[in-house]
């Protein structure tokens, strides 16, 4: 049986076997937008600090002479332009200003340790993750928002969070939980959200069920759908 990932399993699984499964054969491919490059972006200058930063990226690209801005990542010219940087990645001028100014609001806890790959069976499967950071008393995952105020228990619970960070909580053996959540638009306000495991543990039972169902749909090679059922409507609500 092969490990399944805690990224995964709340943004994949939770929607389907068939998802899942489509993903591990490469039918859906990885998300890959300016967002999501903007949030990688700011997760390594938070985790690392400003030298490895500017040692990984390539600040900055080649400028359109028509409009006077940086070609987009996406173009030829901005492609032959890294290629000659000799970095592993891109990050454009505009959001290497955002993520400078955003990573000043953030104050991580020390000592610290980033990046730390975590493994265990759980309820007979093999899962993995990768937390953002360990500290003496427990865990910390850094996210981005567009709204600082969106962010509560409800959106936590919606986005799969929750999910996330209770297997955090479980791999790593802890039971203090942070989010240090930063909004990407002026003034870049971040506020911190604890929590415990205990009170996370509220998913413990949804989370118990799709290992189950991995486990099952693993060892029969069945990836069914969770639509596959008729699903019934008992009140309508159209907001009239």
């Not at 490895?52 to 900055?60: K, M, P, R, S, T």
């Not at 799709?210 to 099952?216: D, H, N, S």
């Not at 029969?220 to 759908?225: E, R, V």
Request: charged share 25%; glycine share 8%.
């Amino acid at each position: 049986m092969q490990p399944i990932h805690v990224t995964d399993l709340h943004r994949h699984w939770r929607r389907g076997p068939d998802v899942y499964h489509a993903m591990m054969e490469g039918l859906i491919q990885p998300l890959d937008t300016p967002a999501t490059r903007f949030g990688t972006a700011f997760h390594y200058r938070v985790l690392h600090g400003e030298a490895a930063f500017l040692a990984h990226y390539a600040v900055g690209g080649p400028v359109n002479e028509r409009t006077g801005r940086e070609y987009g990542a996406e173009t030829k010219a901005a492609a032959e332009w890294l290629t000659a940087q000799n970095k592993r990645a891109h990050c454009c001028s505009d959001d290497y200003g955002a993520i400078t100014e955003m990573a000043q609001h953030v104050r991580l806890p020390a000592p610290l340790e980033v990046e730390v790959k975590v493994e265990a069976m759980l309820a007979g499967v093999p899962v993995e993750g990768r937390i953002d950071g360990l500290y003496p008393d427990g865990i910390f995952d850094v996210k981005t928002i567009d709204d600082l105020d969106a962010f509560d228990d409800r959106y936590a619970l919606r986005m799969g969070y929750v999910h996330q960070a209770y297997l955090y909580c479980v791999l790593a053996h802890k039971t203090i939980f942070r989010w240090i959540v930063c909004e990407k638009s002026p003034p870049y306000r971040c506020g911190v959200w604890e929590t415990t495991g205990a009170a996370l543990g509220v998913v413990d039972e949804e989370i118990q069920n799709w290992l189950a169902e991995y486990k099952q749909c693993s060892e029969s090679d069945t990836w069914p759908s969770r639509y596959a059922e008729a699903r019934r409507f008992t009140r309508m609500n159209f907001g009239g």
